[in-house]
């Protein structure tokens, strides 16, 4: 029969009965292994010889890491994950058999685990924890270095100062000084100083099976960025956490929250969304940055006619403007520089908007929050009791809310709003189609706008092309026209990370409401019809609008027939 651990101490005369009673009183109230408790209370001075007499023990064999060059290669049949977590080392293999160096050769679900993963025979042997955890930063390198790796891929040396909000400390301590640690802070920050750089809108790190992703939308696109280390995924997402002022301890739940940043002298705030998934938790951050925001309305690309109905329909006493068009088409910018150039202290604008994404002095903007009744249509509601001028409703999502819209824009208001329709003919029967009867849309909206972004051909790769006489056909170009046009593509190059691209462009169709359109609606027409009426009327549709640019050579014919519609 095996002697115990304590029996073999004192048989060789390391440890006195009297220690060995201590030690198993103070085991039996910390739970803690009897070697540990030794060592703790100084009976045993030196790790190695509780190891030799374990090792004894489980007749098992003992290892000194620091006398011995391990093999790359068979370090690496283990992945860092696992080593890092269990405290284990691969030191030698025999054939099918792998010596696993750790410091609990009686966990058999970690001998398990490294079975499954390594495909080999285990056969531990006994490390001190010390031992174990140098080797590894040896040979898998330190956490700081693989993070330094990335942040030398990035490429970014810029500082980033987070603006921190005062507020209530999080009750997980522990939690929190874990993630507040220099190379993890540091990487969060280059993450984001990265996005910044590239003038990224959105920030991506989700999190798979054996792998963290981090993407980034650049122009419209995502592009998968440097790999993160897996290890990491959790201290990522509670570290971005706390500088949004969320729930560390939450995972079960979505969590929205906002971080403001300060960068090349200037402040950026992060929409941040953490939504819970089957491998852990999805974050996406929106940048917000001011000085991307265009607020001077005749430079976001407006035609000459165009912007002259555009700026005749927002400066009327009443009515509405409507914006369309899919999630980030642009449809907010284009309503704050309109807000912007009407901004005085004269008016009263109030705006309702899901999430507010920009803040702008002077106009008082609130944040919609339907969980507690908040929505667009009692935003709206409450308003008309607030003597406004103008009023922007973030976006007309039922028929309430364009009931309430219409009322307002018939009883003295000018109001802004966007729907999610393809094209501007189509708004007008949507909002029929919500319930909205016909003449109380004749009568109340004063224009109606679609647009577009479409991307720039990179002017650093920009090469002349052939065009394919199938996708000609598709925008209803004869080849007697082609031959007219010098068609350009991007040839992909490291200022545009390969895609041709690089930067994007809006293309605007605007629909003034006339007399004709007016009786049109009211009569009951279809959208097709309400185009053609629209077209005579002087509107240049979306399409002949991306035509225009690409024969410029700003854009491609690939952009054209992907980001527009034929009509």
Avoid: W
């Avoid at 098992?60 to 696992?82: A, H």
């Avoid at 058999?97 to 685990?113: C, I, R, S």
């Avoid at 009867?437 to 972004?453: E, H």
């Amino acid at each position: 029969m095996a002697l115990r651990l304590g029996e073999m101490l004192i048989r060789a005369g390391r440890i006195s009965q009297e220690q060995l009673d201590e030690a198993l009183k103070l085991q039996g109230q910390t739970g803690e292994k009897l070697g540990q408790v030794l060592l703790n209370l100084g009976f045993i001075r030196d790790e190695n010889v509780i190891n030799e007499f374990v090792a004894k023990q489980l007749n098992v064999g003992t290892i000194k890491l620091e006398d011995l060059e391990l093999d790359q290669k068979v370090v690496e049949l283990i992945p860092v994950d696992i080593a890092r977590k269990f405290f284990v080392i691969a030191t030698i293999k025999v054939g099918r058999m792998l010596f696993v160096a750790t410091e609990d050769p009686t966990n058999l679900f970690v001998l398990d685990t490294l079975k499954f993963v390594t495909n080999c025979d285990i056969q531990p042997v006994m490390a001190t924890k010390g031992q174990i955890t140098t080797a590894i930063d040896k040979y898998y390198g330190t956490e700081e270095e693989s993070i330094d790796e990335i942040l030398e891929e990035m490429g970014s040396d810029e500082e980033l100062d987070v603006v921190e909000d005062s507020g209530d400390d999080f009750s997980e301590a522990e939690l929190q000084e874990a993630i507040q640690e220099k190379p993890l802070v540091k990487l969060v920050n280059s993450i984001i100083m990265d996005a910044i750089r590239r003038n990224a809108s959105d920030i991506h790190i989700e999190t798979y099976e054996k792998r963290t992703r981090v993407r980034m939308r650049i122009d419209g696109t995502l592009y998968e960025m440097a790999p993160m280390p897996f290890r990491l995924r959790f201290a990522v997402v509670s570290r971005i956490k706390i500088m949004a002022k969320l729930n560390i301890s939450e995972r079960r739940l979505p969590q929205d929250g906002r971080i403001k940043v300060h960068t090349q002298g200037r402040p950026i705030d992060l929409r941040v969304s953490v939504l819970p998934t089957i491998f852990g938790e999805k974050v996406v951050m929106r940048l917000l940055d001011p000085e991307n925001l265009m607020l001077d309305i005749t430079k976001l690309g407006f035609p000459k006619r165009a912007l002259k109905e555009f700026n005749k329909a927002i400066h009327m006493p009443f009515g509405m403007v409507l914006v369309t068009g899919p999630t980030g088409s642009g449809k907010t910018t284009t309503l704050y520089s309109a807000l912007s150039q009407l901004n005085t202290p004269e008016v009263n604008i109030m705006t309702a908007e899901d999430p507010v994404e920009f803040n702008l002095d002077g106009i008082n903007q609130v944040h919609m929050h339907s969980d507690i009744g908040l929505n667009f249509a009692a935003a709206l509601r409450s308003f008309l009791r607030q003597d406004p001028d103008i009023i922007l409703v973030g976006e007309i999502r039922d028929g309430e809310t364009a009931s309430i819209a219409i009322k307002a824009a018939l009883t003295g208001h000018l109001v802004f709003s966007t729907l999610h329709t393809n094209d501007a003919p189509g708004t007008i029967t949507r909002l029929v189609d919500m319930g909205t009867p016909p003449f109380l849309v004749a009568s109340s909206v004063r224009l109606i706008m679609a647009q577009r972004l479409l991307r720039r051909v990179c002017k650093y790769c920009k090469r002349e092309i052939k065009p394919d006489p199938e996708m000609l056909e598709i925008i209803g170009m004869s080849t007697e026209d082609a031959k007219k046009v010098t068609f350009f593509e991007g040839a992909g190059c490291p200022q545009c990370h390969n895609s041709g691209y690089k930067g994007r462009i809006a293309v605007f169709e605007v629909m003034a409401m006339t007399v004709a359109i007016e009786k049109m609606i009211i009569e009951g027409a279809s959208r097709l019809e309400l185009a053609e009426q629209a077209a005579k009327d002087g509107m240049r549709t979306l399409r002949q609008e991306a035509i225009r640019y690409m024969i410029e050579g700003t854009t491609s014919l690939e952009q054209v027939i992907t980001e527009t519609a034929a009509h």
